[in-house]
């Protein structure tokens, strides 16, 4: 049996080496667009590759996926984060959970794991080929022809070909699988930073607050996490957990709309209004800059202070009703323009692809092209941070590999 793999990314190595050990005397073959491989790989987590996340039950594992996650609750019964955990650690890569529950390698380089597959090809004997972009696929009976740009073979025929190419921010590098009849979700970024050019909340850069309640104003999206104050507006794992969920939504909007962040992730009013209350009462005479609730960084607390028009050298006890008033709305209610968006570092991550309803995802085949399987972020599926789009790739792969 002779089998392909379209694409050098995570997706595709583990397809192929799954393969391999299915079927010891399967001729494998991985072919890349680019001369580079794994290079997605390389620059995920920062370097350190979060390869998945160790959150407890699958239940929990679903709900970071804002699309295709109902549809992997069945699959992740059979391959999941604690069998990703073990693949890698059997095959010598040693891990390590941080307390967040992103898995990374104990090296915490992500050429551990690159190294670990480019070891594992090699011994199971599975060829590389780089340069190689796929043109188009066309069935001959069972088999499966592939063209690629600028080969010197015209075609060349397989008996079994997993695509796992990645996601792709171009509709039309998916059209060769519309073409065989698959139904394709329009790519659409997921996964960015929020952009503010008209919001002076940029001058505090750097500033990190652990526990924030973020929603964007008119829809239903909400996340709390630690919120980053960026140069250009606003990132960490809350505004990207609503990038993410908020994706297609936002791209109808072109990325002009409204967000309204509690500093304090306290959704109760009357439990700000009495935390504030009892800081008048015990200290009456200090300075508004001298005492800062919810252990609030300093900067940003002396910025809020100067956005609602108050004083930092007033006293607690001279604020009066009106000011604690709007001490209560800046803190749980303060709202900022967003106009575009930054990709998230150099992980650029999109929902859309192949939609779901054209593959068997217990097999990872297509409805309408045999012996065609898909893996990975090519599929409409994606996940927040936090090593979850790695599993996801992890699982489509394993599965797809059992060529069912």
Not at 63 to 78: D, N, Q
Not at 114 to 134: A, G, H, P
Request: charged share 25%; net charge positive.
């Amino acid at each position: 049996m002779e089998v392909a793999i379209i694409g050098g990314g995570a997706a595709g190595f583990f397809s192929a080496i799954a393969v391999k050990e299915n079927y010891p005397d399967a001729r494998v073959v991985i072919f890349e667009k680019s001369k580079n491989l794994l290079s997605k790989v390389k620059i995920s987590g920062g370097g350190r590759c979060n390869l998945t996340n160790a959150c407890e039950t699958i239940k929990k594992l679903v709900e970071a996926y804002p699309r295709g996650g109902k549809t992997l609750k069945k699959v992740f019964r059979i391959f999941n984060n604690k069998h990703t955990i073990e693949w890698f650690e059997s095959r010598g890569v040693p891990l390590i959970i941080q307390d967040d529950n992103c898995v990374f390698p104990e090296s915490q380089s992500s050429k551990s794991i690159v190294e670990c597959f480019f070891d594992q090809t090699k011994k199971l004997n599975i060829r590389i080929e780089l340069n190689m972009d796929l043109k188009s696929i066309k069935r001959d009976g069972e088999k499966l022809v592939l063209n690629f740009k600028d080969d010197k073979k015209k075609s060349r025929s397989f008996d079994k070909v997993i695509v796992a190419t990645g996601g792709s921010p171009k509709r039309k590098d998916l059209e060769c699988y519309e073409k065989l009849g698959h139904k394709i979700e329009d790519p659409v970024p997921s996964l960015f930073t929020f952009n503010m050019p008209t919001e002076s909340i940029t001058e505090m850069m750097g500033i990190v607050v652990e526990k924030t309640f973020v929603k964007i104003i008119g829809t239903k999206f909400k996340s709390e996490g630690a919120l980053l104050v960026t140069h250009w507006g606003m990132s960490g794992p809350v505004i990207l957990q609503l990038s993410s969920f908020g994706a297609v939504l936002l791209k109808e909007k072109k990325y002009d709309f409204s967000i309204q962040v509690n500093w304090v992730n306290v959704q109760n009013h009357d439990a700000v209004s009495d935390t504030l209350n009892r800081i008048v009462n015990e200290y009456p005479n200090k300075f508004l800059s001298n005492y800062r609730p919810y252990q609030l960084p300093e900067r940003l607390w002396l910025y809020l202070l100067e956005k609602v028009g108050l004083d930092d050298k007033k006293k607690w006890n001279e604020l009066g009703k009106k000011g604690l008033n709007k001490l209560i709305n800046i803190l749980t209610s303060d709202v900022y323009l967003v106009r575009g968006k930054t990709t998230f570092r150099d992980e650029f991550v999109t929902c859309g692809g192949v939609s779901l309803k054209s593959i068997d995802i217990e097999t990872m085949q297509s409805r309408v092209c045999e012996n065609l399987y898909f893996a990975g972020e090519l599929l409409d599926i994606d996940g927040i941070t936090g090593g979850y789009n790695l599993q996801a790739a992890w699982t489509t792969a394993f599965i797809a590999a059992k060529l069912q």
